[in-house]
């Protein structure tokens, strides 16, 4: 297993736990030392236990030595990073750098699987690098979940693996034997296609509620309900159509503008995609616009106004922050001259250096000291129990804009406060 992220781990720890023998392999010295006391620095249900069990029943192993990794492995696993590039191309400089770094030391007849998130060709551009016949290079994206990654490893919707060589597909689909879920076999290409059409249609499916939470307030009807309603047909499906401040996090972003580069330099148009990514950036202006005009500003600056946030990372649970929402639409209040102050549970111990853009507290009713207005962008349950009484006694303002919709109303009318939500003309109504 090369690389330790978030894939590699849980990938590494749970083979293991199925019975496999597992080396992983990672560049960063430190983080290896600390993986081989168990120490896990992701913020993730179940992986420290299934780390800390694996090491335990000796079915796994961390190194530095990545060459070392892979001489006697039977399959070996590239699972690295591949952020946004020039021009919103996936960058694939890691995947190519350990390709040239394993290439003479990789034994006959083992296979190489891509499980980073590749662009449609990288299957045949490993290939091409490695340069070694006697070695299939297998593409077998992931599905995992941050918050919910072991689970989702353990419990697959689906299992896809892409080869020309299908004695080398056999022998990946084996690992994952005693996984109940449907196996997809198909072609490198379809494969690594289809983790980058999954991430887009989710991408949609999330501006689409976020658009259509607009709707909801200019006809005064409830995004909840309508959502429920539209969600309980199965050809449709109910996850991804909550309204929030937009989607981001590791995958969306890069996912989608590394899909909408390919396709341009394919000569193909796809406005659809385009409109998903550009919805999603006009959305979390308009939320900036709404938190503008309910400070009393009347030329969009919110020069000298101070107003707290409530959530950083991109998702609750997880420790996360890359492409998160809640920064961006934190970065667009700041360049009106907002001054920011952030309470998020997940980085009361971490405390990532964000001095730039917020001053970070782990205190949330410190957080509203002076503040003109709450923003919440996280959808922490935590946040549901705060001291909102505390909090609105150390306010400038009253007005908490819930772009989660996640808090009770009512509970914050009796503190003094006025809830606004996305997709809501008026308090949430109770479910029978």
């Not at 690992?175 to 198909?186: F, K, M, N, R, S």
């Not at 001095?355 to 946040?383: F, I, K, N």
């Not at 400038?396 to 509970?411: I, S, T």
């Amino acid at each position: 297993m090369i690389g330790t992220g978030y894939v590699g781990l849980t990938t590494g720890a749970c083979l293991a736990s199925l019975g496999h023998r597992v080396v992983c392999a990672d560049a960063d010295p430190n983080k290896v030392e600390r993986l081989r006391q168990a120490r896990v620095d992701i913020l993730e249900p179940d992986l420290p236990g299934t780390v800390r069990d694996a090491l335990d029943a000796d079915l796994l192993e961390f190194t530095g030595d990545t060459a070392a990794a892979v001489t006697e492995a039977e399959v070996v696993f590239l699972c690295l990073p591949t952020p946004m590039g020039a021009g919103g191309a996936a960058d694939l400089a890691a995947v190519e750098a350990v390709a040239g770094q394993i290439r003479d030391v990789l034994p006959t007849g083992c296979v190489v699987v891509n499980k980073s998130t590749v662009p449609v060709g990288t299957g045949e551009r490993v290939a091409a690098l490695l340069g070694r016949p006697d070695v299939a290079v297998v593409s077998n994206p992931e599905f995992l979940r941050e918050g919910r990654a072991v689970h989702d490893f353990l419990h697959p919707d689906r299992i896809v693996i892409g080869a020309a060589d299908q004695d080398a597909a056999r022998r990946v689909a084996d690992l994952y034997a005693g996984l109940d879920a449907p196996l997809v076999l198909t072609d490198p290409a379809s494969a690594e296609l289809t983790k980058y059409a999954a991430n887009f249609f989710l991408a949609m499916k999330l501006s689409f509620a976020n658009n259509l939470a607009t709707v909801c307030e200019r006809f005064g009807a409830d995004i909840s309900d309508v959502t429920e309603g539209i969600g309980r047909d199965p050809r449709i499906g109910s996850a991804f159509l909550r309204p929030g401040p937009g989607w981001g996090g590791s995958c969306l972003p890069k996912d989608t503008h590394a899909l909408l580069t390919a396709c341009d330099q394919a000569g193909v148009d796809f406005p659809l995609l385009s409109a998903t990514i550009e919805t999603n950036v006009t959305h979390q202006r308009q939320l900036v616009e709404r938190v503008t005009a309910a400070c009393g500003s009347t030329d969009g600056s919110l020069r000298g106004v101070r107003i707290a946030l409530y959530g950083l990372t991109f998702k609750a649970g997880t420790s996360d922050l890359r492409d998160s929402p809640a920064l961006a639409v934190a970065r667009l209040l700041r360049e009106r001259g907002a001054e920011l102050t952030a309470y998020d549970p997940a980085l009361r111990e971490e405390r990532p250096d964000l001095s730039d853009l917020v001053d970070l507290v782990d205190d949330p009713v410190r957080a509203a000291d002076g503040a003109a207005a709450c923003v919440v962008l996280t959808e922490w349950p935590e946040l549901r129990d705060l001291d909102w009484a505390a909090i609105a006694a150390r306010m400038a303002g009253h007005e908490v804009h819930d772009f989660r919709n996640l808090l009770d109303a009512d509970r914050l009318a009796r503190a003094g406060l006025s809830w606004q939500g996305i997709g809501r003309t008026a308090a949430p109504a109770r479910v029978a």
